[in-house]
């Protein structure tokens, strides 16, 4: 199994290499080749997604990505910019479905900012759709308006075959969990929504064991900060899995604790966390490397077949915090503070 390790700038290099350690941990045979992304890209080939380290992406069985982006690189031209290296992967690879797991640890429950007992325990799964809705949408621009001065205009727009393999991703997922999906919308406004609704529900037919519900995305947001945990899979389209995915990834305390897959039709996938390269603590040593070890687990898991080993990845991870390991961004009183190679190196032992 090959997998394209994609490090990135700030961070994203040292989170990368001590989760390389800790799959070295597993006794699997894992290939991994490594290439430049984004600000890296940059200095090696004037690019953000050099062609190289894209064929390796398209050659690999999975890619494991760390983090882009850096402040010296806000003047650059759109194109060159490192955030752009993913948008390139996304389209280049047709990786539709963004999985978003968020979960809270009993041992993190405090460090959420809503009441331990409203979040701990929690867990649930945003399938958000990655490659269609209005950012993407054509026509799009900004053109003189009738009424003197402009306009701005996007176009929300999802087809039928979009809707459907999205919904099944979605429906797939809540097999291997607790069998209900909570499908969102705005079919009370928007004809793309009333599509949406139509297709999932079609869909749902073809899963008789999941229970499927739906909400209006506004009564969602405010529902996810009122009872998180009535959710276990909530599939929505690209913008509002933009806004929600955000909002429940809070939910949990730390963005240092959150990893996320990105897949194609086939079970490919690229898989980072869900945080940045974090230019601020970059090169100190704090960062939480746990994201990164969960995403590597994600990948084990759906893109690798390797499911036990993905048990035993979080597990460790479980472990770790159980035993008071605390990277920074995570410490409380009475745990133990730790750079991201020991914390990297407790999850190891505890494999
Ligand atoms: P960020 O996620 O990098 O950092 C936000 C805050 O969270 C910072 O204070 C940072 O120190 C902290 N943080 C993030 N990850 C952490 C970790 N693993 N452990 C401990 N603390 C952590 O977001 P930002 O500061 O808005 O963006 C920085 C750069 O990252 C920008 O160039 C941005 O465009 C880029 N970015 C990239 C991605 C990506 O590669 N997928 C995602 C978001 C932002």
Request: charged share 25%; with cysteine.
């Amino acid at each position: 199994m090959k997998i394209a390790v994609l490090p990135g700038d700030g961070i994203g290099k040292e989170i990368v290499s001590e989760t390389l350690k800790v799959l070295g941990r597993l006794g699997i045979a894992l290939e991994f080749e490594e290439a430049p992304v984004g600000g890296a890209g940059y200095e090696a080939a004037g690019q953000p997604l050099p062609a190289k380290t894209l064929a390796l992406a398209k050659r690999a069985d999975a890619i494991l990505f760390g983090a882009v982006g850096d402040p010296k690189y806000d003047t650059l031209e759109s194109a060159k910019r490192p955030e752009q290296a993913i948008l390139g992967l996304r389209k280049e690879l047709g990786l539709f479905a963004n999985l978003r797991p968020a979960q809270v640890y009993a041992e993190l429950a405090g460090a959420s900012a809503l009441r331990p007992e409203v979040v701990a325990g929690l867990d649930i799964l945003i399938v958000r759709e990655l490659t269609g809705d209005i950012y993407f949408g054509q026509p799009r621009g900004i053109r003189p308006h009738a009424s003197g001065g402009r306009e701005g205009f996007d176009t929300m727009r999802y087809s039928e075959s979009e809707i459907r393999r999205i919904a099944r991703v979605a429906f797939d997922a809540a097999r291997k969990r607790n069998r209900k999906v909570c499908s969102v919308d705005k079919a009370n406004v928007l004809e793309t929504s009333r599509l949406w609704r139509e297709v999932v529900a079609q869909e749902a037919a073809s899963f008789p064991d999941i229970e499927l519900s739906h909400m209006y995305v506004d009564n969602c947001a405010m529902q996810l900060v009122r009872n998180p945990k009535q959710f276990d899979v909530i599939v929505t389209g690209n913008m509002f899995g933009d806004i929600l995915s955000d909002e429940a990834s809070m939910l949990t305390g730390s963005i240092g604790m959150l990893p996320s897959a990105s897949l194609d039709a086939n079970h490919k996938g690229l898989y980072e966390p869900i945080h940045g390269s974090a230019p601020d603590i970059a090169g100190k040593g704090i960062a939480n490397p746990l994201a990164t070890i969960l995403s590597a687990a994600l990948m084990l898991r759906h893109s690798l077949g390797q499911p036990a080993a993905a048990d035993r990845l979080e597990a460790a991870v479980k472990g770790a915090l159980r035993d008071g390991y605390r990277t920074a961004d995570i410490y409380t009183a009475g745990t133990r503070k730790v750079s991201t190679a020991d914390m990297a190196l407790a999850v190891a032992e505890r494999l």
